[in-house]
């Protein structure tokens, strides 16, 4: 069993910081892809960021320049620096990794955290 655990969301005023963490473990041989989610009240979860295992990166347009995903292999373990946060920006955000585990055999599967909510307000 892989578990996905998001860290770092808080309360933020227009223009400040957060940095999000977001860690897997279990019996885990490879990670793949790691992604950042958001979605918003009445809205649908959307892609924010994505950085492969090789760590080739790609961002939703809203945040280029603002947002950076970066991974610690060693670790398990994804970050999403976010810079000059928005009102728009304030959402859940869930952590999806591409994980190949287990114990006895080896499966790839997509897990997902349970999210860290992010708002930003003056």
């Known amino acids: 069993q892989v578990q996905v655990v998001e860290s770092g969301g808080g309360l933020v005023q227009p223009g400040e910081s957060l940095r999000l963490s977001c860690a897997a473990s279990g019996i885990i041989w490879t990670i793949y892809v790691m992604d950042w989610y958001r979605q918003a009240p009445g809205k649908q979860r959307e892609l924010v960021a994505t950085?492969?295992?090789?760590?080739?990166?790609n961002y939703a347009d809203s945040v280029k320049g603002r947002f950076t995903i970066s991974r610690d292999n060693a670790k398990n373990t994804v970050y999403l620096q976010m810079n000059s946060l928005k009102p728009e920006d304030t959402a859940i955000y869930f952590c999806r990794a591409d994980v190949e585990a287990g114990a006895a055999y080896r499966r790839r599967r997509a897990y997902w955290g349970q999210g860290t909510q992010v708002t930003v307000s003056s």
């Open positions: 950085i492969t295992s090789g760590g080739s990166t």
